[in-house]
C-alpha cells in the first residue's frame, strides 16, 4: 500500500508521547493560526478560482470561523484535557475515579469541496486539540484551494505527525484500506457509506457528516419580507453548495404567492438585475456538477431566474413554484441555487412531509408565533435546528454540529470536536489497604456479606418532591 509507510510514520510519532504534552497542542494551533493569518490572500484567491466564491463569502466561512474555532480551543484547552472526577460509592470514597481524555492515535480527515478550508481546518483543530497525529484528504474537484493546501500546511506544522495526501477516488481508496484510529468524513450519504465499510474491516470509529434535503417550512403568520431575505441569503450563498443551505420551502398557495415577489425583491437586493455580473454571487465549482443542477430546471414551473451558462458554469439565483413531491429535484440533495416551493395545505401536512423522509442535516421554521415554531421543533428530527432563519446555527461554536440518520453520524465544532477525537477513558485508581472494605465480595459467600454489599453499592432513587 503506497500509504503504508506514512501511517506508520506517523504512528511511531503518536506512541512516543509528542503529541501529548499541552505545550506541544497549543504550538500546533498557534501554528494553525499563523497559516490562516499569512494565507489569507491566496485562500481567498484560490476559492475564487475555484467556484467563484465572493470574497466576503470566503473570509467568512473559510478564515473568521476558522478563527473563531481555533481561539475558542485555545482559550479552553487546558480546562478540556483535565481529568474529570466523578461521583463514588461507600466503598470507594478514599479511591481515585475519573475519566481521562486520551487521543485516540492515528486519525484521517477526509474533506469536501464546497468549503475547502473550513470543513478539513475545523476537525484538524479538535484533532490536534485531543493529542492525535492526523492525515488530511482534501478533495481534488477543489484542485486551486487543494493545491495551496498541499504545498503551504507542512510548512506550518509538525510533519512527523501532520501530512497532507492529494489524490481522487483511487488514492482515497488505497488510503481507505490503512488503519486508521478514528475516520472523519464530510461529502455524501453513498460516499459515507464508502468509507464507513472501509473502517468497519478495522473496527475503526467513525464520524459522518453528510447532507440531505433540508426543509424549510414557511407559515401563513410571518414577516414575508424578512423571510424572503434570510432564505434567499441562505439558499444562494455559495451559489447553494452549502449542505445546511435550505433545500426547498413547504408553504400554503397563498404563501407561496406572496413570497414570490418578495423573493425576487430580494434576490435583486442582494444580486442586481443580473446576478452573472454581481461580485457577490459564485458559481458550480464543475461542469459536472453544473449538468446535474441544470437538469432539475425541469421541475415544476421557473417562477424566478433560470438562466445557465455552461462556459461560466453560471446557474442563476432560481425560484420554482408548484413542485411535485414526484419531481427529480426532490429526489436528491440539490447542492445549487435553486429553490423549490412545494405547496402544503397546513403545518400538519408539513411536519408529515418532513417525517416522512430520511431525516435531514437541518430543519427551519419561519413563523411570528413562537408556538409554531416550537410544534415543528417537536414533531420532526433533524441534525440542527434553526427557527426564523437559515444557516445561523453553525456559527454557535457551543452549538453540537451533526447530523442524524441519512444526513449522518457524530457531531462536532468547539468542546464537541474535542471530544470526537477524544477517547473518554474510564479509570478508577484505588488504594492499597483498606482490604477489610473488600471482605464483602470475596467468597465464601453469605447472606450477611449480601446485605453489608448491598448497603454499601446500592443506588436509591431520590424521593420525589412537588412544588406548590
Not at 417550512?217 to 451559489?239: E, I, K, L
Amino acid at each position: 500500500n503506497p500509504y503504508a509507510g506514512l501511517v506508520s510514520h506517523l504512528r511511531a510519532s503518536w506512541l512516543s508521547g509528542k503529541t501529548r504534552p499541552l505545550e506541544y497542542r497549543v504550538a500546533q494551533l498557534e501554528a494553525l493560526g499563523r497559516f490562516l493569518d499569512d494565507k489569507k490572500e491566496e485562500i481567498l484567491e484560490a476559492t475564487e478560482l475555484d467556484m467563484g466564491k465572493p470574497s466576503f463569502e470566503a473570509f467568512f466561512s473559510e478564515i473568521l470561523l476558522c478563527k473563531n474555532e481555533l481561539n475558542v480551543t485555545l482559550n479552553n484547552l487546558c480546562h478540556w484535557m483535565k481529568d474529570e472526577h466523578v461521583d463514588k460509592n461507600l466503598v470507594m470514597q478514599l479511591d481515585s475515579a475519573f475519566i481521562r481524555k486520551d487521543p485516540y492515535g492515528v486519525v484521517l480527515i477526509i474533506a469536501p469541496w464546497n468549503y475547502p478550508i473550513h470543513l478539513f481546518l475545523v476537525p484538524l483543530i479538535g484533532a490536534i486539540a485531543a493529542g492525535n497525529c492526523a492525515i488530511i484528504k482534501p478533495s481534488e474537484i477543489s484542485k486551486n484551494t487543494e493545491r495551496l493546501v498541499a504545498e503551504t500546511l507542512s510548512c506550518y506544522l509538525d510533519n512527523d505527525c501532520f501530512a497532507v495526501v492529494t489524490g481522487g477516488v483511487p488514492e482515497t481508496t488505497r488510503l481507505l484500506e490503512n488503519k486508521f484510529d478514528y475516520i472523519f468524513f464530510t461529502g455524501s450519504p453513498p460516499v459515507g457509506r464508502i468509507v464507513m465499510t472501509a473502517a468497519a474491516k478495522h473496527l475503526t470509529p467513525v464520524t459522518l457528516e453528510l447532507g440531505g434535503k433540508n426543509p424549510c417550512y414557511v407559515s401563513d403568520t410571518c414577516d414575508v419580507t424578512n423571510v424572503a431575505r434570510r432564505v434567499a441569503w441562505g439558499r444562494f450563498f455559495n451559489a447553494g453548495q452549502t449542505c445546511i443551505a435550505p433545500d426547498y420551502l413547504l408553504c400554503t398557495v397563498e404563501m407561496q404567492d406572496k413570497l414570490m415577489p418578495a423573493l425576487r425583491e430580494a434576490i435583486t437586493e442582494f444580486f442586481g438585475p443580473n446576478p452573472r455580473e454581481s461580485p457577490d454571487f459564485g458559481r458550480i465549482v464543475s461542469d459536472k456538477q453544473f449538468r446535474r443542477i441544470r437538469a432539475l430546471l425541469c421541475s415544476g414551473r421557473v417562477a424566478l431566474g433560470g438562466q445557465t451558462d455552461e462556459a461560466e458554469r453560471y446557474i442563476a439565483p432560481t425560484v420554482l413554484a408548484d413542485v411535485l413531491p414526484s419531481d427529480p429535484i426532490m429526489q436528491e440533495e440539490i447542492f445549487g441555487p435553486i429553490l423549490p416551493i412545494v405547496v402544503i395545505a397546513d403545518m400538519d401536512e408539513a411536519i408529515d412531509f418532513i417525517n416522512a423522509r430520511p431525516r435531514p442535516l437541518a430543519i427551519y421554521a419561519f413563523s411570528c408565533d413562537s408556538k409554531i415554531v416550537n410544534q415543528v421543533l417537536e414533531r420532526t428530527s433533524s441534525g440542527g435546528f434553526c427557527g426564523n432563519d437559515t444557516l445561523m446555527h453553525v456559527t454557535l461554536t457551543s452549538l453540537p454540529f451533526g447530523g442524524i440518520g441519512n444526513s449522518g453520524l457524530g457531531k462536532y465544532h468547539g468542546k464537541f470536536t474535542f471530544d470526537t477525537f477524544s477517547h473518554h477513558r474510564g479509570c478508577l485508581h484505588r488504594n492499597m489497604g483498606l482490604e477489610t472494605l473488600n471482605t464483602p465480595r470475596y467468597p465464601p459467600y453469605t447472606q450477611q456479606k449480601l446485605g453489608l454489599l448491598t448497603t454499601t453499592f446500592e443506588v436509591k432513587r431520590r424521593g420525589t418532591c412537588t412544588l406548590l
